[in-house]
């Protein structure tokens, strides 16, 4: 797991991870990502969590959503010439 783009002022941040091939498809990622993103909106503040995903890269798609992210639509071009699909989840998503 790791934060990214921390902006202590507007109180967003983004939201990475990686999960070893051994751990892959017990549900470790999205409980993670759920609970760092719990902390993070709960005792911190925080406004805004983004989570980037490839749009073949089914699997990270699958975290972001189990973890309560709402997709909100493909940013084109994104990184480095690349595609991503752009999650977000916001204080109100955890109710």
């Given at each position: 797991?790791?934060?990214r783009d921390?902006?202590?002022?507007s109180r967003t941040a983004?939201?990475?991870y990686m999960t070893a091939p051994w751990a892959r498809g017990n549900g470790y990622a999205g409980e993670a990502v759920r609970e760092i993103a719990r902390w993070l909106l709960e005792q911190h503040a925080f406004e805004r969590l983004q989570?980037?995903?490839?749009?073949?890269?089914?699997?990270?798609q699958r975290v972001a959503e189990?973890?309560?992210?709402v997709r909100e639509g493909v940013a084109r071009s994104s990184l480095?010439?690349?595609?991503?699909v752009v999650y977000s989840l916001i204080p109100s998503d955890l109710a």
């Open positions: 797991m790791d934060l921390i902006d202590w002022h983004e939201v990475g989570l980037r995903a490839a749009p073949g890269n089914t699997a990270s189990k973890a309560g992210f480095g010439g690349q595609d991503l």
